[in-house]
């Protein structure tokens, strides 16, 4: 399983002056370490998430800072985006970092996000798969035929061209079983997290998107790829890294409570959290931090963390992204990043000590 870091911050005012530090130092480690990815994502009009509203911008400054590891959007919000903006943007990234550019995907769940484009939030689960495929089209070398601001129809193409001939495309789930299967039938790789689903349900939706993935006409024998969100932070005394996340990330769960339980999975609206007491809240918040320190994120020693990730590979995961930016302070973070890489390292050797 391989290991990637995830950015996704609460917009804290820690370093208002170098809001990007933990960004950029933290893809110069993974670079130098064998990690395999860093990812940024697409927010807009919230603190939650809000030193992201652009992934090209802050990924291409993460390719002029780095040399191997892959550069990822974890996702474009593509409902919001005309789909050739989207391929520039990107080949844009993928030219400054000489061929490692590579888009997750995502239809988008908050409707404020969508005064960008209103006309485009009935449809945006469709849009997103025909995005999907014509950004892979212009990435390709295909035109697209376009009306012009005098009426006339052209054919136009994505410049500059990109390095890499094939882009590596994701579709991200926030734990629907169908959007697991569309991502299989366009032979794409799935990002996902456990904010909506235990993991023996995670584990019943990769098969279904393996199944989709082999049933696809052309299918070519690859076996997709499921990348997987989750909190970490790793280091040396199990009490220690408990009483230090507790705060900053009950905190994190408390600031996304809003957007998580008033989203609409499989068609459904799951809560309204402004119908929560103050007491409920607190007792949603507890239970999720308890539930993501023990199980749901790498959280604790190397010896704990590798169990995990162990556990997480067993369900068909192939990639553990790991946010790293849910409210430490930066330097305990980066601090943090050397027994991450020892559990990788682990992980790497086919070994999970301590199990």
Not at 81 to 97: K, M, T, Y
Not at 127 to 150: F, I, Y
Not at 176 to 202: I, K, M, N
Not at 203 to 224: M, S, V
Request: proline share 5%.
């Amino acid at each position: 399983m391989d290991f990637s870091l995830f950015y996704f911050a609460n917009d804290s005012n820690e370093n208002e002056t170098d809001r990007y530090q933990l960004l950029l130092e933290g893809a110069k480690f993974a670079d130098r370490n064998g990690f395999s990815a860093v990812w940024t994502p697409e927010r807009h009009f919230h603190p939650f998430g809000g030193l992201y509203p652009n992934p090209a911008v802050t990924g291409a400054a993460v390719a002029a800072v780095t040399e191997r590891i892959e550069i990822r959007a974890g996702s474009v919000v593509s409902p919001l985006h005309h789909p050739l903006r989207i391929a520039e943007e990107w080949s844009v990234v993928d030219n400054i970092s000489g061929g490692r550019a590579g888009i997750s995907f995502a239809s988008g769940w908050n409707a404020a996000d969508f005064v960008l484009a209103p006309g485009n939030y009935e449809d945006r689960r469709t849009l997103v798969r025909e995005h999907v495929e014509q950004v892979r089209a212009l990435w390709r070398g295909e035109t697209m035929s376009l009306t012009d601001g005098v009426g006339t129809q052209r054919d136009v193409a994505v410049y500059p061209r990109p390095v890499r001939q094939r882009l590596p495309v994701w579709v991200t789930s926030a734990g629907s079983v169908e959007t697991f299967r569309a991502a299989g039938r366009l032979g794409a790789g799935v990002l996902t997290h456990l904010l909506g689903q235990e993991p023996d349900e995670l584990a019943g939706k990769i098969t279904a998107y393996r199944e989709a993935l082999a049933e696809r006409p052309g299918h070519d024998g690859w076996n997709g790829h499921v990348a997987l969100m989750v909190h970490t932070f790793v280091g040396d005394d199990e009490a220690e890294v408990k009483e230090l996340v507790r705060a900053p990330l009950s905190d994190y769960l408390r600031s996304s409570l809003g957007l998580l339980l008033g989203a609409r999975y499989d068609g459904a609206r799951m809560v309204d959290p402004k119908k929560l007491s103050a007491a409920d809240t607190e007792f949603i918040v507890g239970r999720a931090f308890d539930r993501y320190f023990e199980t749901g994120g790498l959280l604790g020693t190397v010896d704990k963390a590798a169990r995990t990730a162990a556990d997480f590979a067993a369900l068909g995961v192939d990639e553990a992204a790991c946010l790293i930016d849910f409210g430490l302070p930066t330097k305990a973070v980066l601090a943090g990043l050397d027994p991450l890489d020892e559990v990788r390292k682990r992980i790497a050797a086919g070994s999970a000590e301590g199990r």
